[in-house]
């Protein structure tokens, strides 16, 4: 066990430094003259101690280097000050930007608030995922649980609300289960990437798509077939690829698309981290993003402004979107009505590098 140095008040004042082990409440109330009820209240900030007495006991804790017995006041007050978040991956998303900035965003709130964040990842739709959401509601080791990337029935959402826990998701859902959420307007933001993109000229535009079980994917898929429906446009079902939201599958999608004849003149990634891959395919073919075949995403993850060339995508507050839910279920936790229980986000069209007007005549891939 590790020793630990600390100073200790006598008649004088702070004296000498000692080996010991944690200061106590009873250290405290010795050092001062005053009782432990006394000292434990000033600290509790109880407005029946006198300001002058509160102000000399934090004084003495500080200097004495005490630690709150924070498993017992979390049990005094019922509470654990967690919020749980369950990252659903099958591979190491903390190396994703999109879940950083989301993360960071949670993190950030929830210690403006003194909660601690107690964060998993499990593979989405398997008993390992379930089992984390069981074990996190029925230990109680959570006060309350942040759901991202809402899914088609989602069985998580299904689940949550008949445990009575507060909980906020990033994401709409198709059940029939009343819950706050934060989401972006998906549809609007394809329809305008459509646009933009039908504005250049181009007329064979291919999608690399969301797994199908993602509401997300919903919505951003009908955006865009909406937009390309009003100018009586379709796609072709070869020009329409099922990613992994990863860098490597937008890859592997673009060069299938690049081996179509005709090929696509417009790719459009259903997340940056697609088309950031579709642009890697893209340049390795000998094509020229921009020029020969334009590329868009959706997120705006800080890597999309300095790619090479800069990706045209819809930019939507990951960051902030991390803070506002992280805050909706801090509210709720506390007994607070929220104001507001289902927020849309409209997302904004950034126009980039990596998107520019068809080109006269098919572009294939060099010989």
Do not use: W
């Not at 509160?54 to 967690?82: H, N, W």
């Amino acid at each position: 066990m590790g020793l630990v140095i600390r100073n200790v008040l006598g008649s004088a004042g702070f004296r000498r430094a000692t080996l010991m082990g944690p200061v106590t409440l009873k250290d405290l109330a010795e050092a001062l003259g005053l009782s432990i009820t006394t000292v434990s209240r000033a600290l509790a900030g109880y407005n029946d101690v006198a300001a002058s007495t509160r102000q000399r006991v934090m004084d003495a804790a500080a200097q004495m280097g005490y630690v709150p017995d924070v498993t017992a006041r979390r049990l005094q007050k019922g509470r654990t000050d967690t919020i749980g978040f369950v990252i659903p991956t099958s591979g190491p998303r903390f190396s994703d930007p999109y879940f950083s900035e989301l993360l960071a965003g949670i993190g950030n709130e929830a210690a403006r608030h003194n909660y601690d964040l107690l964060v998993s990842t499990r593979t989405p739709d398997t008993p390992e995922e379930e089992a984390t959401y069981r074990r996190l509601i029925e230990g109680r080791l959570v006060d309350g649980l942040l759901v991202v990337r809402t899914r088609v029935k989602d069985r998580r959402l299904a689940y949550l609300a008949t445990t009575g826990l507060p909980f906020v998701a990033f994401g709409r859902s198709d059940l029939e289960v009343e819950f706050p959420c934060v989401d972006e307007d998906g549809f609007r933001g394809l329809e305008l990437l459509g646009q933009h993109l039908i504005d250049l000229g181009h007329r064979r535009l291919a999608f690399i798509a969301a797994p199908e079980n993602l509401m997300f994917g919903v919505y951003r898929r009908a955006g865009l077939e909406a937009v390309l429906q009003r100018h009586e446009l379709s796609m072709p079902a070869e020009y329409v690829i099922v990613g992994d939201l990863t860098q490597r599958g937008g890859y592997t999608a673009t060069n299938q698309l690049l081996d179509l004849s005709p090929p696509p003149t417009a790719v459009v990634a259903c997340n940056d981290l697609m088309a950031l891959g579709a642009i890697s395919a893209v340049q390795k073919s000998g094509l020229v993003v921009g020029r020969d075949i334009s590329i868009t995403g959706f997120d705006d993850i800080p890597p999309a402004e300095h790619a090479h060339p800069t990706l045209t995508t819809m930019r939507q507050p990951i960051y902030d979107i991390g803070r506002q839910v992280c805050s909706m279920l801090i509210q709720l936790i506390q007994g607070e009505v929220l104001t507001k229980r289902h927020v849309l986000l409209q997302p904004t069209l950034i126009v980039r590098e990596s998107t520019g007007p068809v080109q006269d005549g098919p572009h294939v891939r060099p010989a």
